[in-house]
């Protein structure tokens, strides 16, 4: 029997020094393609995509059928979780998720994970159908599954809706600690289970979003970031032994090697303002980096968009790293652009 392709980004997220490194986007599949802007008019509903199997594998599908990603992300919502917990969740045109604002224990002691294997069966089936397409056409190419960090869900709970600075989560991490860490610990204990049911499914790595970590102070990033995120690495690799695990402690800045060092993940993903020629020699030697091109660069291509890509070459050169943005891909980003990026990363001396 031959054997299979080996799988570039599998081999990063080991430990090993690619050169030149795998590439795959955070929202690479997303409003920038045409034919994303198609299925999702089929769909309705945003969270009817995400639970459409059929639509869902279709989006994950298109970037690595039109760019040959590294990499293929599972199409879907970090708050995904706490619906399919049984909490109420909308996404409204021009405004985004608006969820109602978690004020008290009893909607804490509301999340039923009892509701959980109902609601993200499509979710699951979704995996399993990638997988399957990406073993027929794209056998190189990894699943990556994911799942938001408790501390950024919690943030869209207890604020109803996204906002750049989430004061009343922060505040209630502050003033209700046991409240908020009531929270946490449902989520946190979700989000084991979830991950694990992806990774079942045929995720081959997982990605844990904590999109808003550097808006605590170091006490409670300490509490709420770093202490989930280590747990649940922790009984992913007791569960799911071979996944490697990507955290994005998203805004953290040197905390990010702090975040490295204690939770155990194989690869830290860096934000757009890292420096990563700074940090990657801070950080243990068996951690792997990600990122971390502004997507403004890539939106502005040309000499912007190779000057990006260099640096950040440069600065990961010499370590196992996987190339990606420092966030998602903004829906304004011309596809050629995308195109070109992997390019310019293929053709890296």
């Not at 990638?130 to 709970?157: H, K, N, Q, S």
């Not at 890539?298 to 990961?316: E, I, M, N, S």
Request: glycine letters at 10%; hydrophobic letters at 50%.
């Amino acid at each position: 029997m031959p054997k299979p392709p080996s799988k570039r980004l599998l081999s990063a997220l080991s430990g090993e020094a690619l050169w030149p490194p795998p590439v795959w986007l955070m929202r690479q599949a997303g409003r920038y393609l045409p034919e994303y802007r198609a299925v999702r008019a089929r769909a309705g509903g945003f969270v009817a995509l995400c639970t459409t199997p059929e639509l869902a594998a279709e989006v994950t599908l298109q970037p690595v059928r039109r760019f040959g990603m590294d990499g293929a992300i599972l199409f879907s919502d970090i708050l995904i979780l706490p619906w399919a917990l049984g909490y109420d969740l909308d996404f409204r045109e021009g405004e985004g998720p608006v969820l109602p604002p978690l004020q008290d224990r009893a909607a804490v002691d509301r999340l039923d994970p009892a509701c959980m294997g109902e609601r993200v069966a499509p979710v699951l089936e979704t995996v399993r159908r990638v997988r399957r397409a990406l073993g027929e056409d794209a056998p190189e190419t990894a699943l990556i599954g994911f799942a938001g960090a408790p501390w950024t869900v919690a943030c869209y709970m207890v604020e109803g809706r996204g906002t750049k600075e989430f004061a009343s989560p922060r505040r209630m991490a502050h003033a209700e600690p046991a409240l908020f860490g009531a929270l946490i610990e449902r989520l946190t204990a979700a989000t084991v289970e979830y991950l694990a049911a992806q990774a079942d499914a045929g995720a081959e790595a997982l990605m844990l979003f904590d999109s808003w970590a550097g808006l605590l102070p170091p006490r409670l990033f300490a509490e709420h970031v770093v202490g989930p995120a280590r747990r649940i690495r922790a009984v992913l690799r007791e569960r799911c032994p071979g996944v490697p695990v990507i955290g994005f402690p998203r805004l953290a800045g040197l905390g990010a090697v702090a975040y490295a060092e204690a939770t155990g993940v194989d690869a830290v993903a860096l934000d757009t303002g890292a420096d990563l020629a700074q940090i990657g020699p801070m950080l243990p030697a068996r951690v792997a980096t990600q990122g971390n091109l502004d997507p403004m660069a890539l939106v502005a291509g040309g000499d912007a968009l190779a000057a990006g890509a260099r640096d950040v070459l440069a600065g990961a050169r010499g370590r196992a790293h996987v190339f990606n943005l420092g966030h998602g891909v903004v829906p304004e980003t011309p596809p050629e652009h995308v195109a070109e990026l992997v390019r310019l990363v293929r053709g890296a001396g």
